[in-house]
């Protein structure tokens, strides 16, 4: 079945550092791709999504293109900051667009 | 904005109660999800439903109900909550092709 991998963590890094946390997938037909974000204590929330091959999502200064070459969605932030420390989460739908299958999760801890 | 609501954020449950979450959303979506959310493995699918009185079987649905008699409320149900069921639920809603929203969690620990 449909599936997400991601890089697991935890990713500590220091303020103002290029981020980068890798994600690939497994499905059979053309899912759409999401990244959430959950802060401490919190429900998850839509970081950005793609829908098809080649677009870009982009919010908040991260950004993550829908490869289906490699079958990736790789989350990149250029400076990260002490806020986005959170759970990242790489998700797929499938083709009848509901319930999303998702990563692992990975924790980013950013330090000043 | 959809805000989906879980009307507990802590909960404490001995084995064996029945155990009900409850999970209301303010849009009028039509599929309402509920998952688990464990460390190391991610957040994994225990139920959804697609309309009123209507529901499907998530990956992990053993041990588990759900209850959906209005659109905005789907109820988890643990018919007799087991110690591996501690973990935090975390309620979704959604329609068509649009984003999942969440609501802020239920942290379950059964003693």
């Known amino acids: 079945g449909d599936s997400v991998t991601q890089m697991e963590g935890p990713v500590t890094l220091s303020e103002e550092a290029f981020l980068t946390i890798n994600c690939t997938y497994t499905?059979?037909?053309?899912?759409?791709l999401f990244w959430y974000v959950q802060y401490p204590g919190e429900g998850l929330q839509l970081l950005l999504k793609?829908?098809?091959?080649?677009d870009k999502g982009s919010n908040k200064g991260f950004e993550a293109t829908y490869r289906k070459e490699t079958t990736s969605f790789h989350l990149e932030k250029g400076s990260v900051q002490v806020s986005d420390s959170a759970v990242y989460f790489c998700?797929?739908?499938?083709?009848?667009?509901?319930?999303?299958?998702f990563g692992k999760g990975t924790t980013l801890s950013v330090s000043s | 904005d959809v805000k989906v609501t879980q009307s507990s954020r802590y909960l404490v449950k001995r084995t064996g109660e029945k155990v009900f979450l409850e999970c209301v959303q303010d849009?009028?979506?039509?599929?309402m999800f509920w998952y688990r959310q464990d460390p190391g493995l991610g957040l994994r699918l225990i139920y959804f439903?697609?309309?009123?009185?209507?529901?499907e079987k998530g990956d992990i649905p053993e041990g588990y109900s759900v209850s959906r008699e209005k659109k905005e409320r789907f109820s988890l149900i643990l018919e007799s909550a087991s110690t591996n069921q501690t973990s935090m639920y975390l309620c979704?809603?959604?329609?068509?092709?649009?984003?999942?929203?969440f609501g802020n969690g239920t942290r379950l620990t059964v003693t």
């Open positions: 849009m009028d979506h039509e599929n």
């Open positions: 979704a809603a959604g329609q068509g092709n649009s984003p999942l929203h």
């Open positions: 439903s697609y309309d009123v009185k209507m529901k």
């Open positions: 793609a829908t098809k091959a080649d």
């Open positions: 998700a797929l739908s499938d083709q009848a667009g509901t319930a999303l299958i």
């Open positions: 499905a059979t037909g053309y899912p759409s």
